[in-house]
């Protein structure tokens, strides 16, 4: 009796000292990273975005991937195009300072129901929308379910179809019931800026992770409990929400171009970016020894792209 009762009071003194290290982890990360944006009411949540650029100009949307935030995709891109464009960056629900609602976020309807509040708050005009990894399966919902919002899309090592195999263990993990919020409460602030970094350098593979990836891009964030759970309900719902969502992409008109790396161990072209841009008509620009990260490594591959859709879609208007 007397080993079960220490036993439970080093659980119970081990769960307290964890408690109290998320508590301080997620103080560090918001200060380290704070919101830089605004806020907008969504579907009744707070959602935060951000803006640069001439609000008159031709609009452009950016979509965030899984485990990530604004910050992600908006530092190689957002400079860049705000010289002669308006562009918009969203955290999706849960992720960065969105908030999320209990039920039914991690569907691709909701999501692009968010993307579509969010253009528009802008004014509503049709929007280019460029979009990287679980961001183009948002980006592929807004045009299906609202093609008037969409002039035309970049994606970016797209995810967006079925696919073999189970996800990752931790994901799978942090969404389960009752053991989700525990895993992620206690250990995800403790382990994740550990064992992060690997998962970060795969996402890069072949190539080395730029030195400042993880302070730029804000990549602490996502260790924050409610940002890693929310991010693993998405990522574990895609394979039923792709299997649903896939059929419908013949029905899109609106151009597109697709960018992906030859070789990616995160979200296989062979699967996704390959059969998506057979179904959507769609050009395919192969940007080498990028992995999942073109828009990072090959930044100028992205903007030619984007402006090539602008072309497109310009041409398609006239016509």
């Given amino acids: 009796m007397l080993w079960l009762a220490a ?43 951000r803006e640069a650029g001439e609000t008159h100009a031709p609009r452009v949307l950016l979509i965030h991937g899984a485990s990530a935030n604004l910050r992600e995709i908006w530092r190689p891109l957002a400079d860049a195009l705000a010289c002669d464009h308006h562009v918009i960056a969203y955290d ?25 509040r969010v253009l528009e708050q802008a004014g509503g005009e049709p929007t280019i929308i460029v979009a990287h990894s679980l961001g183009a399966a948002v980006a592929l919902r807004l045009t299906l379910d609202f093609p008037h919002l969409v002039a035309g899309l970049v994606l970016i090592a797209p995810a967006s179809h079925p696919y073999p195999g189970e996800n990752a263990w931790w994901a799978r993990a942090a969404a389960a019931p009752f053991f989700g919020d525990v895993f992620c409460g206690l250990l995800v602030p403790w382990l994740g800026p550990i064992l992060g970094r690997a998962g970060i350098a795969n996402n890069f593979a072949p190539a080395k992770t730029p030195v400042n990836y993880y302070d730029e891009a804000g990549v602490g964030l996502i260790f924050r409990p409610r940002a890693f759970r929310a991010s693993a309900r998405d990522v574990v719902a895609t394979k039923r929400e792709f299997a649903a969502q ?42 080498p020894d990028t992995g999942h990260m073109p828009h990072r490594l090959r930044t100028d591959l992205v903007i030619a792209a984007i402006r090539r859709v602008e072309g497109m879609a310009a041409d398609a208007d006239a016509g």
Avoid: C
Avoid at 10 to 26: D, N, P, T
Avoid at 259 to 287: G, Y
């Fill in 7 to 49: 036993a439970a009071l080093a659980a119970a003194l081990l769960g307290f000292a964890l408690s109290a290290h998320a508590r301080s982890y997620v103080r560090m990360a918001e200060a380290r990273w704070p919101a830089e944006g605004r806020f907008i009411e969504a579907e009744n949540i707070k959602l935060h975005l």
């Fill in 92 to 116: 999706r629900p849960g992720m960065g300072y969105s908030a999320r609602p209990r039920r039914n976020a991690q569907t691709l309807a909701f999501q692009a129901r968010i993307a579509a």
């Fill in 246 to 287: 896939a059929p419908r992409y013949g029905d899109i008109i609106a151009p597109a171009l697709i960018v992906t790396a030859d070789r990616d161990h995160v979200v296989s072209p062979n699967i996704h970016a390959r059969p998506l841009a057979s179904e959507l008509s769609a050009e395919l620009v192969i940007a």
